[in-house]
């Protein structure tokens, strides 16, 4: 990865320096200058060095974050920016992400989702330095005919950067004379893991057939109509028609689109809007209103309201927080799992907890967890430990809070790291570890996890888990995530495409294989590529030499 500069702005001391030292320590060869002490610094100091990324308190003296990022992004759309808030700033956090911020930290910070969100950042630049060196020799035509294609170009249109010369272009050979438009994310949780085989075939098959669907209800209308190709359950519809008839067609396709069981559709529609440029603004300000959908899976139509506030009350107390902190601290398991209970996150579907609510209170016991002391000086645990955290991430958005808690109990167990030894057992449990080890291997590209294997195998998880690691030597998610990158090299020597080969070897989000597969190899996958073709070429070379 290239080394991009990351300047810092807030207002607090204390703040800047601990961010500092966090990047300098982080496994990124970020290049970090003296951070800003308030917005205008920023302003002037953004305009003299060019930093790539910026990250900046939301709520500063003078220029705060919002007023910061409008003045940012009207001198230049290509600046990264994340903001830093706590609890109390979500409305301002709404509109930092509408007015151009690519994510949000909340407060305490820790390394991993720092990390986890400046990997992001550098993933929009390269994505963005690799569009513009390829753009000017890709064929028009090509856009037209192939369904693929034209699903790329328009998530680079509302999920990267401003690509608006990308749509107008579209719009020119589509004909769409638009005087305004709505825009429509149609979310089917779980659709690409559930429809995923070994081959790769079927889900791009079920994709257009979605698409097509969908087209057929617009009823003549013309629109766009693709598969957010960065979202892999997300696709998305921008057509003329109003905001009550979009509405009407959110209804039917949430209660008739084809999709296998259990697979919800949840769908978000936008204001009525008269500008092209405002698309990726429209898109984002969709995607924020959803965040007050229930924590449950289930169909739902929500619509964009001028007025609306997205709000997420905090679902943990002080006091219940200090104390999950004192136990994590005296290892009493007993009492974190009794914390956790009365924090009724279990319950979170009964007590009608938002989308927001669940991942705001589930990041905090997390980052809990991760901040042990003991956690941060064992490596070989903080890497075990940030695997869970990952895993902890993406099952969330399955919306399965059962698996959610199993993770958190997992992670309280290791945070514990009970030994309790079963080599006096019998040579089951070794055989089963083993039968589990051939079956990760033939089956790697399916929805993997301890609570799923340990059901299999008719095994409590928490003790599978510490069998499996006792006689493999390694944790359960390493296991798994070490073969499917494996996998990922083996696609890879047979030319296949980055994309495809997260989706094969069963990544339903790209960043997030793109940061397992960095942890594994020590390289982002582009880079390896890039190194074993460059390697092969000169095989090629000497053969012919």
Known sequence: MDKYTVLIADDEFWIRDSLKKMLEESKFDFYVPEPAKDGLEAVKRAEEEKPDIILTDINMPGINGIQLIQMLKEKSSDIEIIVISGYQDFE??????????????????????????LEKAAMNILHRDEDNQKKSVRQKDMLRYSSYLQDQEYSLMVSHYDSFAVIENQISELELDYVGYCLVLVNLSGFTRLCRNSEGKELHEEIYKIKEYIRKKLSGSMGIVFHNIYVSDE????????????QRLGEELARELPVREKCYCTVGISRYTFSWKKIKEVYLSTKVALLSKEYRNYNYVGIVDEEEKTEGRK???????????????????????????????????????????????????AWIFMEDEEVMKNQQKKI?????????????????????????????????????????????????????????????????????????????????????????GENLMSYISRVRMEKAIQYMEQGISLTDIAERVGYDDYSYFNRVFRKITGKGPREYKAAWESAAHERASTLEG
């Not at 696709?235 to 979009?246: G, P």
């Not at 928490?462 to 069998?467: E, L, V």
């Open 315 to 365: 679902r943990i107390s002080p006091e219940q927080e200090r104390n999950l902190i004192q136990s994590v601290r005296i290892k009493n398991r007993k009492e974190i799992l009794s914390i956790l209970e009365d924090i009724h996150l279990a319950d979170c579907g009964k007590e009608k907890w938002s989308f927001l609510e669940v991942k705001q209170t589930v990041n905090k016991i």
């Open 92 to 117: 301002y956090v709404r509109d930092a992400l509408v007015f151009g911020a690519i994510d949000y930290l909340l407060k305490p910070i820790n390394l991993a989702s720092l990390e986890a969100v």
């Open 235 to 246: 696709f998305v519809i921008i057509c003329d028609s109003s905001q009550n008839e979009m």
């Open 384 to 472: 075990e430990m940030e695997y869970l955290f990952e895993y902890l991430n993406m099952v969330l958005e399955n919306y399965n809070i059962h698996i959610v808690f199993q993770v958190l109990e997992e992670m309280a167990d290791k945070l514990l790291e009970q030994s309790q030894d079963i080599q006096d057992e019998s040579e089951s449990i070794q055989d089963i570890v083993f039968q589990c080890q051939e079956y990760i291997k033939n089956h790697f590209y399916e929805d993997l996890s301890l609570s799923g294997l340990s059901e299999k195998y008719h095994v409590s998880a928490p003790y599978f888990s510490k069998a499996f690691k006792q006689v493999s």
